[in-house]
């Protein structure tokens, strides 16, 4: 082999195994409630075998509950889950460098914010719970935040006592290969559906495209299939996941599967859901239950029960998979533990890898 080939082929190796490193090593960011021992957002990273470590305090903020990134992964977006004076809870954005930068906070249009959502032309979107709106800012290449642009306020409400009273804004969604916007209410127990006119900085509702959902679900947060041609939207209330299909834009309702086993008949809530990337495998939190439900999903996104894993904690919130897919990790709020488990690709199930303290942990946020 001449002395060009063997320079080829070393830098190849290296290259690979640069490549394999970066793949089989993970770092993330956890959100949390700050009414305890917490006092912010904090970094963590995790192996290749899924043994988590605590990096330690990233930011020191109040209620960080949901995180979001922006400007590919160089801006971190962060809500803070609280009612000031003005009955605003805040937005705050950062640069992400050794720790942390914080770069600004505005007024997210609402109070006690519970959701944010980012999309490739800076739009930010925020769903305040107690104000039962969305926010709308944007931000900019350099992480700068705008002041609010618009506020989305909702109307109404369902049959579920309290918690269906009035409008709850749970979370907001940029519908894939659409211009489309998705506000999940569980205090109206609706879908709502929007456009952003970006000259006149407004969000436009089509109140002819709302979708009601069955008697006191309550949706929560939403995943859509990576195909693009249907959505899962899971239901606080009743424990349920609503199945749709996806046709010119448009939501039809496929069917409603419960998380629960047939046979608990104690108080639970769910949570979280997320997909699988090859779009086999649906998991849903059930904070009560205390358990991960898995389904497989079917080539027409019919739901069919693998089983549920506990997660080892109570009151599983958030939870999410790392960027290949093969590890799940779960935020368990109220006994301040992580827990990791391996996913096999294969069958959808979980097997307990590790666990890690954390003091009221509630969002789990991967980089790639």
Not at 143 to 169: C, I, K, P, R
Not at 195 to 206: A, G, R, S, Y
Request: glycine share 8%; hydrophobic share 35%; proline share 2%.
């Amino acid at each position: 082999m001449n002395i060009i080939l063997k320079v080829l082929l070393s830098v190849f190796i290296f290259s690979a195994c640069q490549n394999s490193q970066s793949q089989s090593e993970y770092s993330f960011y956890l959100g949390t409630y700050t009414n305890g021992d917490s006092k912010g957002i904090y970094k963590l990273e995790m192996d290749a075998d899924g043994k988590m470590k605590m990096l330690g305090l990233a930011a020191e903020t109040k209620n960080p509950s949901f995180l979001a990134f922006a400007n590919n992964q160089t801006t971190l977006l962060a809500i803070n889950e609280v009612s000031l004076d003005n009955n605003m809870g805040t937005l705050e954005s950062y640069l992400l460098n050794d720790s942390l930068e914080l770069v600004s906070r505005k007024a997210s249009g609402g109070a006690n914010p519970c959701f944010v959502a980012a999309n490739k032309k800076g739009e930010v979107l925020v769903a305040n719970y107690s104000g039962g709106n969305v926010g709308y800012l944007k931000v900019s290449n350099e992480g700068n935040l705008s002041e609010l642009l618009d506020v989305q306020q909702h109307v109404g409400s369902g049959t579920y006592t309290n918690q269906q009273n009035e409008a709850h804004a749970h979370s907001v969604w940029f519908q894939p290969n659409s211009e489309r916007i998705v506000a999940v209410d569980l205090g109206t127990n609706e879908l709502m559906f929007s456009k952003i006119e970006t000259e006149k900085k407004k969000l436009v509702e089509d109140f002819n495209d709302r979708i009601q959902l069955k008697d006191g679900a309550g949706p929560r947060h939403m995943t859509f299939h990576p195909n693009g041609n249907y959505a899962f939207v899971i239901n606080e209330l009743d424990n349920t996941i609503s199945s749709f299909q996806i046709e010119d834009e448009k939501f039809k309702l496929i069917d409603n599967t419960t998380t629960l086993p047939i046979d608990f008949k104690e108080k639970s809530y769910t949570a979280d859901i997320h997909i699988s990337k090859d779009g086999k495998f649906l998991y849903g939190s059930n904070r009560g239950h205390n358990s991960i439900v898995i389904f497989e999903v079917g080539e027409k996104a019919e739901l069919s029960l693998v089983g549920h894993e506990s997660t080892r904690g109570d009151w599983p919130r958030n939870f999410n998979l790392s960027p290949d897919g093969k590890f799940l990790i779960v935020a368990n709020q109220n006994s301040n533990n992580l827990v990791c488990f391996s996913r096999d690709e294969k069958t959808g199930t979980l097997t307990f890898v590790d666990e890690i303290k954390a003091s009221s942990p509630v969002c789990i946020l991967f980089k790639n």
